[in-house]
Nanobody, 123 residues
């Protein structure tokens, strides 16, 4: 059974940092991409960052380029999202998702999802 579990969310002040984790079980991230999405209240789910197998590709939404970094530790079967210089508009529930070995910005493409972790950026 495939399971993705996010952790690391919380409340942080503007300009602060958080590191999210997405731990996978039931599949090997050696062969699957992980895409981070986020969804703010009243807004559509949007892609944030994606990492391919073997780190051959890293993709970021324009809104997070230069502030967020996605990485993976295949030995731990875990993908991370380091978020720096956080802004109030980054507030959302963050999800990790996977389906095969292709990054796709359309959330409807993915069939395996975590439960989400809340990130709130506020003073």
């Amino acid at each position: 059974q495939v399971q993705l579990v996010e952790s690391g969310g919380g409340l942080v002040q503007p300009g602060g940092s958080l590191r999210l984790s997405c731990a996978a079980s039931g599949l090997s991230l050696d062969y699957y991409v992980i895409n981070w999405f986020r969804q703010a209240p009243g807004k559509e789910r949007e892609g944030v960052a994606c990492i391919t197998t073997r780190n051959t590709g890293l993709y970021y939404a324009d809104s997070v380029k230069g502030r967020f970094t996605i990485s993976r530790d295949n030995a731990k079967n875990t993908v991370y999202l380091q978020m720096n210089s956080l802004k109030p508009e980054d507030t959302a529930v963050y999800y990790c998702a996977t389906r095969g070995d292709i990054c796709n910005a359309n959330w409807r493409f993915y069939n395996y999802w975590g439960q989400g972790t809340q990130v709130t950026v506020s003073s």
